[in-house]
């Protein structure tokens, strides 16, 4: 049990940060930064099964039944982000992401015997409820153990590889659902596996990742938080001596009260948390109602038959996937601030004039792919930034639940997006290009007030320790906080 009267002085932050990159942060990104590969290979596997789910010979659902499996999925998501997101504050984030990912693999693994439509739901709503419990845990984890100065580059790769999920997603579903291979009640059993195959791969190496030291350190667990960056220390190259200066001092905590949470959210640091809602909101509408969509608007604008939009996708991905790669290590050296704002609104800006050439009938179903892969290859950082962002600029203590809470926000009015755009674009038979101007236009402005309000409040957190971003709550003194 925690003594909460005891102060903890201890260099473990500042031992942290004077790293190198080391094979023991490469195994970290590999075994934690799996989460954003399942979820994309998730999204992208349902989407590509419902049709086939349709069919007498499988599950023969109706559309209404294949989109509330979608929708659930996102229930638990947003579900599994609360619950778990509260659980790695209190219970530490090394039991959590083991949970998760144990949770994900068995719940998707069981997806693939499905025999009826209640227990597919029930299914995808225990594996939403494990990815969305993934990513509090995760990106606490990760943000707490990578030195400052990779800080930001990290995030945003690891961010970014949701794409390379889409990616494999595509190509597994393409082989796996071709009829001439596979008989349709077994393909689309198979795609539900892919995911938990991965799973099962990293589950070894995953359990080798210690717990973070940070979380120790304010759980008064010192001796073990020493005994994890020793871990982390073995194998790295020659480490500069530690400034006794930089040691830190906190009082030990067993646990934060929901109410400490939302007094730190909400009346000390007010401007953050509007900065961080507005990043995730921002980009969660984009990205589902672009996202979703697009195989609407190649089949009823450029009349690109069904079996082609793969293709397309698949470019869209690639470049999603290199946006947060390419340009992630600028977010260390030219800074948080003039990146973050930079991607948001080139991004927005970059959308409306696609939109544009779009309502003028100029474009080809390949030069509109074009286009929004150039867009989306720096939407694509911009949005990779908002996790970042969500998950660095909060107290210790609250960080897991901060990111929680900004994603639940996100998601749910990000869910949205779909709705408003396939409405915008009506039925094949009189598509009308104007109306989805608007709606282009109108994600494009949501973008560039997010880049405007990053320009203007956004934090410099670029090679800084954690603890100076924002002190843990044990050293915070009373007062309004920005």
Do not use: C
């Amino acid at each position: 049990m925690t003594d909460t009267t005891r102060m903890v002085r201890s260099l473990v932050p500042a031992r942290i940060d004077r790293l190198s990159w080391s094979p023991f942060h490469t195994r970290m990104v590999i075994a934690l930064g799996i989460a954003w590969v399942l979820d994309g290979l998730e999204i992208t596997v349902a989407s590509a099964v419902g049709p086939i789910l349709q069919r007498a010979d499988t599950l023969h659902l109706d559309s209404y039944q294949v989109g509330l499996t979608a929708t659930v999925y996102l229930i638990g998501q947003v579900t599994g982000s609360l619950v778990f997101g509260d659980l790695s504050d209190r219970l530490g984030r090394r039991k959590l992401f083991l949970v998760t990912l144990g949770l994900y693999l068995a719940a998707s693994g069981l997806t693939a015997l499905s025999w009826d439509f209640w227990i597919l739901l029930v299914l995808r709503f225990v594996a939403g409820l494990g990815i969305g419990g993934e990513y509090a845990a995760i990106n606490s984890a990760i943000d707490e153990m990578i030195p400052a100065r990779y800080r930001g580059r990290t995030d945003l790769a690891v961010n970014g590889t949701y794409w390379l999920g889409s990616i494999i997603g595509t190509l597994g579903t393409y082989v796996l659902l071709d009829p001439d291979l596979l008989a349709s009640d077994v393909g689309w059993r198979l795609g539900f596996l892919i995911g938990p195959l991965i799973a099962l791969a990293v589950w070894p190496l995953r359990r080798r990742i210690p717990e973070s030291p940070r979380w120790l350190l304010l759980h008064g667990r010192d001796k073990e938080a020493e005994d994890a960056v020793a871990e982390m220390e073995d194998g790295a190259r020659a480490l500069p001596p530690v400034d006794p200066a930089r040691a830190i001092e906190i009082r030990a905590q067993a646990r934060t009260p929901l109410t400490t949470v939302a007094r730190t959210l909400f009346r000390d640091y007010p401007t953050r948390s509007l900065l961080g809602a507005t990043l995730m909101i921002s980009q969660s509408f984009l990205y589902n109602a672009i996202f979703f969509t697009y195989a609407l608007v190649l089949t009823h604008f450029y009349d690109v038959p069904d079996h082609q939009t793969p293709k397309y996708l698949f470019a869209f991905a690639v470049g999603n996937l290199l946006g947060p790669l390419l340009l992630g290590r600028f977010f260390d050296t030219i800074g948080r601030k003039p990146m973050i704002s930079g991607t948001y609104l080139v991004s927005g800006v970059l959308l409306a004039v696609s939109g544009f050439l779009f309502d003028a009938g100029v474009l080809t179903a390949t030069t509109q792919t074009v286009l929004w892969v150039i867009v989306f290859f720096i939407a694509s950082a911009a949005a990779s930034s908002a996790y970042l962002t969500v998950s660095e600029i909060f107290p210790l203590g609250v960080r897991a639940r901060a990111i929680s809470l900004f994603f639940a926000i996100g998601q749910l009015v990000g869910a949205a997006g779909p709705t408003v755009f396939a409405a915008l674009i009506g039925d094949q038979a009189h598509p009308d290009p104007t109306r989805l101007l608007y709606g282009y236009l109108f994600a494009a402005a949501i973008m560039i007030t997010a880049g405007l309000l990053e320009a203007f409040i956004g934090v410099k957190a670029e090679g800084t320790p954690l603890e100076e971003v924002a002190a843990p709550l044990s050293r915070v003194p009373g007062g309004t906080r920005t």
